[in-house]
């Protein structure tokens, strides 16, 4: 037998009050968080608790995700870290150390696969975690009892905040630089909106940020299209598949001019170098809902 499960974390701010939630049915699910954390913390909290909750079932584990951080971490990344001593390719130290460590240890000797699914897309099973997970949340930044959820029958007791966990956040100031805001877009004291914009054009090209297709996800307009390097032609959909794939090189970004174009649209332009060249950007950012988004992006190889 096979125990499907979704995994889901929220955090308002990111970083802020955070939650974590996996959601079998109702009568299998938990959830959990800290009151300072990123979404990314959030996102492993919940597979980790999954598979110590299940750590007494022999049934394989089909766990769903919308987070390709924790898919590719798991699938990808890990054995490299492990060899390096938790450090990335560039000898920078590899961030959530302390919960990665933690689910390296649960997963040893289960069996389990990883599915991704495309976040708040009406996926059930996904819906139900993202909800208790912000729901989490949620009481964490109010106040409130947390929602913790009946868990799995005869697991542990459930801990409503695992100590592994909670000091992961202030003992890593490096990942709240590194995990911007990207859900919220709120502007600092000093940030026009020229360089709120010039901040998110940043983020889109770096790896950790493209690797994740949630965070992408909240950058994107609905209506999102790209003329790539190629001249193809990419929806939103197509985009988001295409980076849960992608080995992204780095690149460095350097921004040549914003010109607003209306109220609530500014047009970006920019140069990129990668392992495969200089590239000019235009990128079209639209604000909607008071969130900046990308509507439109085209990327054309420098001669």
């Not at 300072?36 to 079932?57: K, P, Q, R």
């Not at 080995?247 to 001019?257: F, Q, S």
């Not at 000019?280 to 008071?290: A, E, F, K, Q, T």
Request: net charge negative; aromatic share 6%; charged share 25%.
């Amino acid at each position: 037998m096979t125990i499907v499960a979704a995994a889901d974390g929220s955090a308002l701010g990111n970083p802020g009050p955070a939650g974590w939630s996996w959601y079998v049915d109702d009568d299998r699910w938990s959830a959990g968080g800290w009151p300072h954390g990123t979404n990314n913390m959030g996102e492993l909290m919940a597979v980790i608790d999954l598979l110590e909750s299940t750590a007494h079932v022999d049934d394989d584990l089909r766990i769903l995700c919308d987070s390709q951080y924790v898919i590719n971490s798991v699938t990808k990344w890990m054995p490299g870290w492990k060899r390096k001593g938790w450090r990335k390719s560039d000898g920078s130290p590899v961030l959530n150390r302390e919960l990665l460590e933690r689910l390296d240890r649960a997963l040893h000797g289960r069996s389990y696969t990883f599915e991704w699914v495309k976040g708040h897309a009406g996926h059930d099973l996904n819906e139900a975690a993202d909800q208790r997970a912000r729901a989490a949340a949620t009481a964490y930044r109010d106040g409130d009892p947390i929602p913790i959820g009946p868990g799995w029958p005869g697991a542990a007791v459930h801990e409503p905040a695992p100590a592994v966990a909670e000091p992961a956040a202030p003992s890593a100031p490096a990942a709240e630089t590194v995990e911007l805001d990207l859900f919220d877009d709120l502007l600092t004291a000093s940030e026009s909106d020229e360089d709120v914009v010039k901040r998110l054009e940043r983020e889109l090209v770096e790896p950790a940020v493209r690797a994740d297709s949630a965070r992408v996800a909240a950058l994107l307009h609905p209506d999102f299209e790209e003329i790539g390097r190629s001249g193809r032609l990419w929806g939103r959909d197509a985009i988001l598949e295409a980076l849960a794939e992608e080995d992204a090189p780095a690149a460095e970004l350097a921004v040549l001019g914003t010109e607003r174009i209306g109220a609530d649209a500014i047009l970006l332009t920019a140069r990129t170098v990668d392992d495969r060249g200089a590239s000019l950007r235009s990128s079209l950012w639209l604000r909607v809902g008071g969130r900046w988004r990308l509507r439109f992006h085209q990327g054309t190889p420098e001669a």
